[in-house]
């Protein structure tokens, strides 16, 4: 399709195509052509596709016979791939009696295959195999599929894939020239179903048939990315009890199935006498060496606090585990319950151990770059698989399901930024210490241990544990601050690199189609040891990990720790709403807004039926008790003059950056979920969204529209227009009562054009309202409402008329001609069509905002039956619409039958 849009026109014109046969010996040799032509346009595009094939080509009758001929003399681009395969790490055992596998690595393309040969009883093979084969006539569409395959005595099985792109490959020739390490992920097997195992057999030998048919790759590829095809999928889908219709048909490939060592090149034979061919040959040693020096050995640290929205009851015993996966080392939580205040709370620390390939000249790391505390970025980006972070729900004498997981790289993980030089000794390098997050942890300066480290003769410090929590201040902390001689004193802080993750779910999770995956709160860790350490315990002692000790202890909460946890007032402002669904028969929507943040609730009045409904409502959630991290997570300095004040939120805070960093102390807090619900007696959700306390400033600020949806953040039902506040209990903003609501602006350019206004008519400037000035009072006392690089609404009523949006008394008026295309099954009687802008709780509770045409009767002066009825009327509203297209309402249209049954509603934007 790429190719065909990238075109002149969009367009491939009407020529002939060859036909091949993949399983014959000379695939290359065409059987046949095919006559067509391929358009594609995008629908706002003129020029549309042809419907129909031209009549001059429709009556075209001839035959036209082209002589077979050979392709491959014929083509006009040859290439030969050639694959280096080295070796194989970490595969996925295949023979549970011996735990082993028997691997070979087949390659396939649109025009030949090959394939290496089989490595017996090994899991961790070395192929030193070059893989040639003919390309002919690529097009960036054509995939190249790497599969690794288990040899059996009956048959063979598809162990995984890693599907290629032709695109890439030859637009990025020097990268893909490179050994790389690649991982092999497949979907979850289905002979785990005992009644499945046949149907997945046949299944997988089905994919199998397909891959000897590269024609088949070409243009029925759908699942190969995920190692099985779809197929597959939809075996295992017979035999799960989850993997009903609940998140749609995608399933993410998440079984680690090991990695592979392949470099790949491109030769153009075009132009030349010898024609590309098929060959196998075997490398010779000294190309070949490649990650043999010591493995690195590494050690991870995952701190996993607290979980939201997870789809795990709070009744009869049901709890959540996390469970961290990097390759084949795997690490599990304990089971928590949900909280009162509707968290999972873990606040516990897993650990993993790994040891992966290195190669000493590829990542160059020497013992000087270790003591400046370097060390290699390829070490992070590609020593590893993706991590994998999975919840599971466990239920009393029940297996336990998965609900939700989240896929991250490393450096994601560890949210390490690219500080090394664009160049010289340190180019492809990072650095630890004295960085935005000292995540990754070295040995202290010339040592062989951590400074924290702690021998298995000796205790955690008294301090550490949890009955001391009444001492956990900023200058003593729950937490080691031992300094590595680089800077580095925070390595142990638990809340250094902390983040929110947003878990995502598929057709394998065990939830419903409505509920969300949820988030999980964790931060990590990884210590390095250095190269001579890792040589050293090839013969000598093990390498310890220095977490050990420190994993015994609960991770600290902010409710244990000194000016760590503060009350907080919620206000949601919310205006509007544009095209939201509904679940009621008749199309229309009666809607409220809800807001839950910690377990508590508030919520609008309803709006009766409107898809596009305005509440104009301030909802308030008072004196929440909420975390307020001010100093764990931070990497400053305590010498520095300019912190030292900065143990808690600063109610005082005076410039944009100051007030920044009071706002990310709420990053720790649980979410704001918006819900737009439907329904008394039994609340529907027709839409959610989130919001970051993290970013609600303390002001009230312009509101912005954001998109609804249920569980699948893709997927739009509708949006909402709303602002948010998060107001400490001691700030002067929370004594000011909210306002009505009505259309505004806070920007001083809208302020400065209000004030000129007035100016111009009454000669007098009234309240100034200087833009470049932060401070204003509220009584005696002088607070700052200045954020970012906007002037907030201070509380004067003249303010407040400056940052309104001007509304202007409009009229509307809609000729109604007639209804069109009505569905004969509706069997209308007198249908009359309503007009209006909502305006009040009900659609039709303005007369004036609200007008309908006389009913019509739909039948003809013989008594036949009409379904489209002409009208021919005028209707007119009188109404205030705003300036600003932002809060412009919606034109909403209804037609209904005077016999009580609602036909249908049709929804338009007047802007």
């Not at 011996?98 to 030949?112: A, C, E, I, K, L």
């Not at 994601?412 to 004295?434: F, P, V």
């Not at 142990?492 to 057709?507: A, I």
């Not at 005696?780 to 407040?800: T, V």
Request: charged letters at 25%; a negative charge; hydrophobic letters at 35%.
């Amino acid at each position: 399709m790429l190719d065909v849009y990238l075109s002149a026109d969009h367009k491939f014109p009407m020529q002939w195509y060859t036909i091949v046969d993949l399983e014959s010996d000379e695939p290359a040799i065409a059987t046949g052509y095919l006559r067509l032509s391929v358009i594609i346009n995008s629908m706002d595009e003129s020029g549309a596709a042809l419907d129909d094939v031209p009549e001059e080509e429709r009556a075209r009758c001839e035959l036209l016979e082209i002589p077979r001929q050979h392709a491959y003399l014929t083509a006009t681009g040859r290439y030969n791939l050639i694959f280096k395969i080295f070796k194989g790490c970490d595969l996925k055992c295949q023979d549970s009696t011996w735990n082993t596998s028997d691997t070979y690595v087949h390659v396939s393309t649109p025009t030949g295959e090959n394939r290496t040969d089989t490595r017996f009883s090994d899991l961790n093979p070395t192929y030193n195999q070059q893989l040639q084969i003919p390309l002919f006539e690529p097009m960036f569409r054509h995939l190249i599929v790497v599969g690794l395959w288990s040899q059996g005595i009956s048959s063979d099985t598809l162990v995984a894939t890693i599907p290629m792109s032709w695109k890439d490959i030859f637009c990025d020739q020097e990268h893909y020239k490179e050994a790389h390490w690649y991982d092999l992920f497949a979907l979850p097997s289905p002979s785990t179903f005992d009644s499945g195992l046949e149907v997945a057999e046949s299944a997988i030998n089905y994919v199998r048939g397909g891959i000897s048919k590269i024609g088949w790759i070409d243009s029925q590829y759908m699942d190969l990315k995920a190692g099985v095809n779809q197929s597959v999928n939809a075996a295992y889908g017979l035999f799960s009890s989850t993997a009903a219709d609940t998140a749609g048909s995608f399933e993410e490939a998440s079984v680690y199935c090991g990695r592979l060592l392949f470099s790949v090149e491109v030769e153009n034979r075009e132009g030349q006498g010898k024609l590309p061919s098929l060959a196998q040959t075997d490398m010779k040693p000294k190309d070949c060496k490649l990650f043999e020096d010591t493995k690195q050995t590494m050690f991870f640290r995952f701190q996993v606090f607290c979980g939201q929205g997870l789809k795990v009851s709070s009744l009869g015993g049901c709890q959540a585990e996390v469970e961290v996966k990097i390759g084949n080392k795997t690490c599990t939580s304990k089971r928590v319950g949900k909280s009162k205040d509707g968290l999972f709370n873990w606040y516990q620390a897993l650990e993993v151990e790994h040891a992966v390939p290195f190669d000493d000249e590829k990542w160059q790391w020497t013992e000087g770059d270790y003591n400046d505390g370097y060390f290699p970025a390829a070490l992070i980006d590609h020593s590893l698989p993706p991590v994998w972070i999975r919840v599971y729900r466990k239920e009393p004498m029940m297996p336990r399901q998965l609900v939700a997981f989240k896929k991250c790289n490393l450096r994601e993980l560890l949210q390490l930024e690219d500080n090394g030089g664009s160049g010289g000794a340190h180019g492809s390098q990072l650095k630890t210490g004295n960085n935005v997050n000292a995540t990754v942890i070295l040995n202290v300066l010339k040592g062989s241990h951590p400074p924290f480290f702690i021998p298995a003769a000796d205790s955690v410090n008294e301090h550490f544990l949890q009955k001391n929590h009444a001492s956990w201040t900023k200058d003593n902390p729950p937490w080691p601050r031992d300094n590595d001689m680089r800077g580095n004193t925070v390595a142990m802080d638990p809340y250094l690199g902390l983040t929110c993750l947003e878990l995502e779910k598929d057709r394998s999770c065990a939830d419903e189609p409505h509920d969300t995956a949820g988030f999980l709160w964790l931060s990590a860790k990884l210590y390095l040891p250095s190269r001579n350490q890792c040589n050293a315990a090839k013969k000598g002692p093990p390498i310890l990990s220095p977490f050990t000790k420190y994993n015994e202890l609960p991770i600290p909460r902010p409710d244990q720790m000194v000016l760590c946890q503060a009350k907080f007032t919620l206000r949601l402002h919310v205006f509007q709403a544009k095209d939201i669904p509904t679940v009621n028969p008749i199309g229309l929507a009666s809607a409220y807004v809800e807001v839950v943040f910690y377990n508590h609730r508030a919520k609008t009045h309803v709006v009766v039926w409107s898809n596009s409904p305005t509440w104009d409502k301030t909802l308030t959630i008072p004196k929440v008790s909420i975390p307020c991290l001010a100093w764990p997570g931070s990497t400053r300095d305590d010498d520095d003059d300019d912190d030292k004040d900065w143990e808690t939120y600063e109610l005082w805070a005076n410039g944009p950056e100051e007030w920044q960093r009071n706002y990310e102390m709420l990053r720790f807090a649980q979410r704001i979920e918006v819900r737009v619900m439907e329904g008394k007696t039994r609340a529907r959700l027709l839409g959610r969204c989130f919001v970051k306390p993290e970013d609600c400033l303390h002001t009230q600020v312009d509101p912005t529209w954001r998109e609804l949806y249920l569980s699948n953040p893709e997927q739009d039902e509708g949006k909402i227009l709303f602002s948010a506040q998060i107001i400490h209990e001691l700030d002067p903003v929370a004594k000011l009562p909210p306002t009505d609501l009505v259309p505004q602006r806070l920007d001083g350019d809208h302020a400065a054009a209000y004030m000129a206004s007035k100016k111009k008519k009454t000669g007098d400037e009234g309240f100034n309202w200087d833009t470049s000035s932060a401070e204003f009072r509220v009584g005696d006392e002088k607070y700052f409402a200045q954020a970012f690089d906007r002037s907030k609404m201070p509380p004067e009523q003249e303010a407040r008329n400056a940052a309104a949006v001007f509304m202007r008394e409009c009229k509307i008026q809609v000729q109604v001609l007639g209804l069109r295309n009505m569905c004969p099954s509706l069997g209308l009687v007198n249908p009359s069509l309503h007009i209006f802008v909502q305006t009040t709780e009900r659609w039709d509770g303005d007369s004036m905002c609200c007008r309908s045409t006389k009913p019509k009767n739909c039948r003809d002066e013989k008594g036949n039956k009409l379904n489209d009825p002409t009208f021919m009327e005028q209707l007119e509203l009188l109404l205030l619409l705003p300036d600003d297209e932002e809060y412009a309402p919606d034109l909403e249209f209804i037609v209904f039958d005077d016999v009580g049954g609602w036909a249908q509603a049709w929804r338009g934007r007047w802007a």
